[in-house]
């Protein structure tokens, strides 16, 4: 087999690949033995007759073709291998000669993993930043605690802010209510800035059984391009007021929120989490900095066919978003006053970060033998065996190969991920 390789871009190579009558023998023995199976002979079984019988039998335009097939199939990827090329996906094949049993030209097309000129990811000089709990976040958790244990009292008495109100509203726009604004039996705490400004400061000074209008204005940047800067109307009924006195923090309200004899135990212990909540994010930050570091610094071309993949992962995981709040993907675009090409610029950003941080990781995982064991992967499996064994359709795709492939990957890429925390923690 003789190959010539053609660089198209830095991540997309063409071999053209020549196969002499040594290179096709053995393609034309696969094809025979395959064809073989379905040739009918007088005095042998379907699929029993020996292969030098079955080729006098076999058409001559369909043994070449399958012996093309089959040189092909055996060479193609063999051509990027011996020339240390990885492709991402199947090359494409444009057929230049065929000469059956003499020689056969071919050019094999596919983008390849690129040439990845990494940093020095050993030394990135990037320093974690202690996140410390503050006297402040632990009154924060402890009021939070005391609200939920707060007695509410029905009042007959004009509202104020602290109070909860129970209301029916309808918001209208241009006369007519819009999705999202209509609720029954809605319990709001005044002073929560819950809803837009001006809803909760209108309802101040109202009494129960009051029905009244609120105009107001949603803010130009609301997150619904309808609604944006949009002159509604809220049809409010006013069905209850509750006047809230938080539970006093003392040693009893400990005794209610778990194993604690005393408020002192109950600090100690929201510090306790708290500390790890910090600790986490404080970890789960540095990890993203660490990856954005190495791809900045770094040079890694990323091939077309990765980033429309990453694109496509990306629409999938907000059209399943969507779907589950009863959208389609137009609607989503239309909520966040988005076009289909605007989303798409902005997203392909996103997926070429993605890219380059995934070639970034696989090349390190690789120069630095980072590898996880069967066992692992094995354990993990049983884990999601365990999660989703009421589910025969989950456990049937759990058994696919290109399960275990992708927990291997995913697996090997934390690995890698916590390497580069070790090696840049000095």
Same mark, same amino acid.
């Given at each position: 087999?003789?190959?010539?390789?053609?660089?198209?871009?830095?991540?997309?190579?063409?071999?053209?690949?020549?196969?002499?009558?040594?290179?096709?023998?053995?393609?034309?023995?696969?094809?025979?033995?395959?064809?073989?199976?379905?040739?009918?002979?007088?005095?042998?079984?379907?699929?029993?007759?020996?292969?030098?019988?079955?080729?006098?039998?076999?058409?001559?335009?369909?043994?070449?073709?399958?012996?093309?097939?089959?040189?092909?199939?055996?060479?193609?990827?063999?051509?990027?291998?011996?020339?240390?090329?990885?492709?991402?996906?199947?090359?494409?094949?444009?057929?230049?000669?065929?000469?059956?049993?003499?020689?056969?030209?071919?050019?094999?097309?596919?983008?390849?993993?690129?040439?990845?000129?990494?940093?020095?990811?050993?030394?990135?000089?990037?320093?974690?930043?202690?996140?410390?709990?503050?006297?402040?976040?632990?009154?924060?958790?402890?009021?939070?605690?005391?609200?939920?244990?707060?007695?509410?009292?029905?009042?007959?008495?004009?509202?104020?802010?602290?109070?909860?109100?129970?209301?029916?509203?309808?918001?209208?726009?241009?006369?007519?209510?819009?999705?999202?604004?209509?609720?029954?039996?809605?319990?709001?705490?005044?002073?929560?800035?819950?809803?837009?400004?001006?809803?909760?400061?209108?309802?101040?000074?109202?009494?129960?059984?009051?029905?009244?209008?609120?105009?107001?204005?949603?803010?130009?940047?609301?997150?619904?391009?309808?609604?944006?800067?949009?002159?509604?109307?809220?049809?409010?009924?006013?069905?209850? /007021?509750? $006047?809230?006195?938080? @539970?006093? !923090?003392? &040693?009893?309200?400990? *005794?209610?929120?778990?194993?604690? =004899?005393? %408020?002192?135990?109950?600090?100690?212990?929201?510090?306790?989490?708290?500390?790890?909540?910090?600790?986490?994010?404080?970890?789960?930050?540095?990890?993203?900095?660490?990856?954005?570091?190495?791809?900045?610094?770094?040079?890694?071309?990323?091939?077309?066919?990765?980033?429309?993949?990453?694109?496509?992962?990306?629409?999938?995981?907000?059209?399943?978003?969507?779907?589950?709040?009863?959208?389609?993907?137009?609607?989503?675009?239309?909520?966040?006053?988005?076009?289909?090409?605007?989303?798409?610029?902005?997203?392909?950003?996103?997926?070429?970060?993605?890219?380059?941080?995934?070639?970034?990781?696989?090349?390190?995982?690789?120069?630095?033998?980072?590898?996880?064991?069967?066992? /692992?992967? $094995?354990?993990?499996? @049983?884990? !999601?065996? &365990?999660?989703?064994? *009421?589910?025969?359709?989950?456990? =049937?795709? %759990?058994?696919?190969?290109?399960?275990?492939?992708?927990?291997?990957?995913?697996?090997?890429?934390?690995?890698?991920?916590?390497?580069?925390?070790?090696?840049?923690?000095?």
């Amino acid at each position: 087999m003789k190959t010539t390789v053609k660089k198209l871009s830095d991540t997309k190579i063409e071999i053209k690949i020549t196969l002499d009558a040594k290179d096709l023998a053995p393609a034309r023995e696969k094809a025979i033995e395959q064809l073989a199976k379905e040739v009918k002979v007088e005095g042998f079984r379907k699929g029993k007759v020996p292969a030098d019988v079955a080729e006098k039998f076999i058409p001559e335009n369909d043994l070449n073709e399958a012996a093309l097939d089959f040189a092909i199939r055996m060479t193609a990827l063999q051509a990027f291998t011996d020339n240390k090329l990885s492709p991402i996906a199947i090359p494409q094949i444009n057929l230049i000669k065929y000469v059956p049993g003499e020689t056969v030209e071919y050019t094999a097309t596919a983008d390849i993993l690129p040439e990845v000129k990494l940093c020095d990811y050993k030394n990135l000089k990037i320093k974690m930043e202690a996140a410390p709990v503050a006297n402040k976040d632990i009154d924060d958790v402890l009021n939070n605690i005391a609200k939920s244990y707060a007695d509410k009292k029905a009042v007959k008495r004009a509202a104020k802010e602290g109070d909860e109100v129970i209301i029916d509203f309808v918001g209208k726009k241009d006369g007519e209510a819009f999705k999202g604004g209509t609720a029954k039996d809605y319990h709001l705490p005044l002073g929560s800035h819950t809803f837009i400004p001006g809803f909760e400061e209108g309802i101040v000074g109202h009494e129960p059984g009051d029905k009244f209008d609120l105009k107001l204005t949603f803010p130009k940047d609301y997150g619904m391009k309808d609604l944006a800067g949009a002159k509604t109307v809220f049809e409010v009924l006013l069905k209850q /007021v509750n $006047e809230v006195e938080n @539970a006093k !923090l003392d &040693d009893e309200l400990a *005794k209610k929120c778990g194993p604690f =004899k005393t %408020l002192n135990e109950l600090k100690k212990d929201i510090k306790k989490n708290l500390e790890a909540q910090n600790e986490y994010r404080t970890e789960e930050k540095y990890k993203d900095e660490l990856i954005k570091a190495v791809v900045e610094k770094s040079k890694i071309p990323t091939p077309e066919i990765l980033i429309k993949d990453q694109l496509r992962f990306i629409e999938d995981d907000i059209t399943r978003n969507a779907a589950s709040h009863g959208l389609t993907f137009d609607d989503y675009l239309a909520e966040t006053g988005q076009t289909r090409e605007g989303w798409e610029k902005e997203a392909t950003k996103a997926a070429e970060a993605r890219v380059k941080a995934s070639l970034a990781l696989q090349i390190i995982a690789r120069d630095n033998k980072i590898t996880v064991k069967d066992e /692992v992967v $094995e354990a993990k499996l @049983a884990e !999601l065996r &365990d999660v989703y064994k *009421k589910s025969p359709e989950a456990l =049937k795709n %759990l058994k696919d190969p290109n399960v275990a492939a992708d927990i291997r990957n995913r697996l090997i890429i934390e690995e890698t991920i916590n390497f580069l925390v070790k090696a840049n923690k000095k």
